[in-house]
C-alpha cells in the first residue's frame, strides 16, 4: 500500500499501518506530524493546560510488576503512608493555589482500612474545599463497589493504566498470577466507565519486546474502548526491579523519549478532545520533556504537591525529576515553563475531559 504523509494527516480515524508509519517518522515529515497535532489542539480543546496536584500519599503495594521501584516485593525501599492531616494540607496547598483538582495516587492496597482512609480523604477534601476541589484517583484495581463508594465520596476521574494491551507483552512485564491478571485489569476499566467515572488509561512506551505495532494497537484500543483522558510515558528502568536484567534490550533513552511525543501526537489527531497527560517520567529525560509534550497535543500537567520528605520514596523509576523542590516551588517553575511552550494555565478550571462532557451530551 502507498502511504503518503499528507494523506494520513487529513484522516480522522487511522489504521494501525498508519499509525506505525506516523511512529516512525523523522525530519519533516515528523515536524509534520507535531504541526498537525498542535493544530488540532488548539482547535478543539485549546491552548489551555490544566493542573492536577499529585499527592502520593503511599508507596506501599501490594503488588510486584516487574518494572515499578515500589513493588512490593523491593524490601530496599523506605514505606510510607501520609496521614490524613498531611494530605488535606496539600488538597488546602492546591486549593489555595487555584489548581482547581488533585490525583490521590498510591501502591495498589485492598482491604478495609486503606477503602476507610481513602474515602475519608475523599470526603475531607470536598468538604474543606467547599465541593470545590476535583478529584482523580489512581490506586489500582478495585472491586466494583469499592469504585461505586468512592465516587459517590466524590472522586470523578479514575487513573489506570493498562500498562500495554499486547497480553503477552503484558505477561513479560508482571508476575503471571491472580494478583496480575490482564483480564481483571482490562475488566477494571469497564467497571469504571459503569460507575460514572471519566476514565483515564495509558501505557508505557519502550518496553522490553515491545514493537511499533503494538503501540499502534494501544491507541486503537484507547479510541476503541471511548477512552476520556490518557498518561502514558517513556518506560524508565529502575535497576532494583527484575526489569532490569533487560536493560540492555532497549531502546536508547531518547528515541524512547521521542516515540512517547510521537504517540501524544498521534492520539491528539485520533481523539481531539480528549484530556491527555505530560507524564512525568518524560521529564526525567528531558529537561524540557513536559513541555515538549504540551506543544505536542498533551494538555494536562500533574505537579507534584507531595511533601517533599516523602518524595525520594516514591521512585517507581529511577531519576524521578523534582524529588528535592517545595511545591511552592514547582509552582512558579511551572507557570513559567508552560507560558514558554505556549499554553495559558486553566487556573481554577477543573478542566474536564471535553469528550466525557460531549458523550454525555449526545446520549
Ligand atoms: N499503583 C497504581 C498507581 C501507581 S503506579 C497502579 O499501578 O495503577 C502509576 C504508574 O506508574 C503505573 O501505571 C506505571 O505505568 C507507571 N510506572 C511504574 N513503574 C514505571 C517505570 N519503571 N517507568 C515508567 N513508568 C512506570
Ligand atoms: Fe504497585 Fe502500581 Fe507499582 Fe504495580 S505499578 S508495583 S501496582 S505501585
Known amino acids: 500500500m502507498n502511504l503518503n504523509i499528507d494523506n494520513i494527516l487529513n484522516k480522522s480515524v487511522l489504521t494501525q499501518q498508519e499509525i506505525v508509519y506516523l511512529l516512525k517518522t523523522q525530519d519533516e515529515e515528523r515536524q509534520l506530524l507535531f504541526k498537525k497535532a498542535a493544530e488540532v489542539k488548539k482547535n478543539t480543546v485549546g491552548n489551555i493546560t490544566y493542573y492536577r496536584g499529585l499527592i502520593e500519599f503511599s508507596n506501599k503495594c501490594e503488588k510486584n510488576c516487574f518494572y515499578c ?5 523491593n524490601k530496599n525501599t ?4 501520609l496521614e490524613e492531616n498531611e494530605i488535606l494540607d496539600a488538597v488546602k496547598f492546591a486549593h489555595k493555589s487555584n489548581y482547581a483538582s488533585v490525583v490521590f495516587q498510591a501502591g495498589e492496597r485492598s482491604g478495609k482500612n ?3 482512609k481513602v474515602s475519608s480523604i475523599l470526603l475531607k477534601s470536598k468538604e474543606l474545599t467547599n465541593n470545590e476541589i476535583g478529584i482523580t484517583l489512581s ?3 478495585q472491586t466494583r463497589e469499592v469504585y461505586q463508594h468512592w465516587h459517590n465520596c466524590g472522586a470523578h476521574r479514575y487513573l489506570l493504566r493498562i500498562e500495554s494491551t499486547n497480553k503477552e507483552l503484558y505477561y513479560k512485564i508482571h508476575p503471571q498470577n491472580a494478583e496480575h491478571d490482564f483480564d481483571t485489569r482490562m475488566n477494571a476499566l ?3 466507565k ?9 501505557v508505557m512506551i519502550g518496553l522490553p519486546d515491545q514493537t511499533p505495532e503494538d503501540l499502534a494497537n494501544d491507541l486503537l484500543f484507547f479510541k476503541d474502548f471511548d477512552v476520556d483522558m490518557v498518561g502514558m510515558g517513556p518506560y524508565i528502568e529502575h535497576s532494583e526491579t527484575p526489569l532490569y536484567e533487560r536493560r540492555n534490550d532497549l531502546l536508547p533513552l531518547k528515541e524512547r523519549f521521542d516515540l512517547a511525543l510521537k504517540m501524544i501526537a498521534i492520539l491528539r489527531i485520533m481523539m481531539p478532545d480528549i484530556n491527555i497527560a505530560a507524564a512525568t517520567a518524560l521529564q526525567s529525560i528531558d529537561p524540557i520533556g513536559r513541555e515538549k509534550a ?3 497535543g498533551a494538555n494536562v500537567i500533574m505537579p507534584n504537591i507531595t511533601p517533599t520528605v516523602n518524595r525520594k520514596n516514591y521512585q517507581l523509576y529511577e531519576n524521578k525529576p523534582c524529588i528535592d523542590e517545595a511545591a511552592e516551588d514547582c509552582n512558579n517553575c511551572l507557570e513559567v515553563r508552560i507560558k514558554l511552550a505556549g499554553d495559558e494555565i486553566g487556573f481554577g478550571k477543573w478542566g ?6 460531549n458523550k454525555t451530551e449526545s446520549k
Open 139 to 141: 490506586v489500582g484495581e
Open 69 to 73: 521501584g515500589i513493588r512490593g516485593g
Open 194 to 202: 459503569e460507575c460514572g467515572y471519566q476514565v483515564g488509561t495509558g
Open 294 to 296: 504540551i506543544r505536542a
Open 114 to 116: 486503606f477503602v476507610d
Open 78 to 81: 523506605v514505606r510510607y503512608e
Open 190 to 192: 469497564y467497571l469504571l
Open 352 to 357: 474536564d475531559s471535553k469528550h466525557f462532557a
